[in-house]
C-alpha cells in the first residue's frame, strides 16, 4: 500500500439511483490513481443477486432483507480490492440507511469505509432517471429510495454529503476531493 496506513480503505459513492455514482467513482479513480497504482471500482449493482434485479426490474421495492446479502458482498469484495490491489478502492452502492452503513462497516473491521453521498433534489433524479436507458432501476423507484433514504448525521464518522444539484461534474468531483483528502492521505 502507498498510503501511510496499513489498513485498507473504501470509499462509497452512495445515493439514491441518477445521483452520478458511477460518473464519479471513475472520476475518483483516476484522481487517485497516481497514488494509489492499481486503484480500480466496482459497480455494486452488478454484484445483486438475480432475485433483487427482478424484484427492481418489476418496480418493486428492496426490503432489508433482500440488501443483506449484498451489501456484505459489496462489502467483502470492495475489502479484498483494497487489500490486493492498492489499499485504495472505490464502490459504487446506495447504502441508503445508517443501519446499511453500520453492516458494511462490521462485517469488514479491518477495512475504512468512507460513505461519500451524492444528494439532489428527488425531481432532478427523478428527471435524470426517467430519461436513463438500459438500467433496471425504474423511475417510479424512487419515492421508495428516497422515503429510506438517511444522510450522514454530524456525528457519524467517515461519511459525508455533497449536494450535486447543478453542479458539473467538475465541480462535484473537487467538492468530493475536498471531503476526502485526509482520508485518501492517511
Keep these: 500500500m502507498t498510503s501511510g496506513s496499513s489498513r ?3 470509499i462509497v459513492l452512495a445515493g439514491t439511483a441518477g445521483t452520478g455514482k458511477s460518473t464519479i467513482a471513475a472520476k475518483l479513480v483516476d484522481l487517485y490513481k497516481a497514488s494509489y497504482p492499481g486503484l480500480g471500482f466496482l459497480e455494486g449493482d452488478t454484484v445483486h443477486p438475480p432475485e433483487n434485479i ?16 449484498w451489501l456484505q458482498k459489496v462489502s ?23 443501519k ?6 462490521s462485517h469488514r473491521p479491518e477495512t475504512d469505509f468512507y460513505f461519500l453521498f451524492l444528494f439532489a433534489d428527488r425531481l432532478l433524479i427523478l428527471d435524470r432517471v426517467t430519461k436513463r436507458e438500459g438500467h433496471f432501476m425504474k423511475a417510479n423507484m424512487i419515492n421508495s429510495q428516497f422515503s429510506d433514504l438517511m444522510l450522514p448525521e454530524p456525528d457519524e464518522d467517515l461519511a459525508s454529503t455533497v449536494d450535486v444539484d447543478n453542479k458539473s461534474v467538475e465541480q462535484v468531483v473537487q467538492e468530493c476531493h475536498a471531503d476526502l483528502k485526509t482520508f485518501v492521505t492517511e
Excluded: I
Design 8 to 10: 485498507s480503505k473504501v
Design 76 to 98: 467483502e469484495l470492495s475489502a479484498q480490492s483494497s487489500r490486493d490491489h492498492s489499499g485504495l478502492w472505490v464502490v459504487t452502492c446506495s447504502s441508503l440507511k445508517k
Design 100 to 105: 446499511y452503513r453500520d453492516l458494511m462497516r
Design 54 to 69: 427482478e424484484k427492481m426490474s418489476h418496480g418493486v421495492p428492496l426490503t432489508d432483507d433482500d440488501r443483506w446479502g
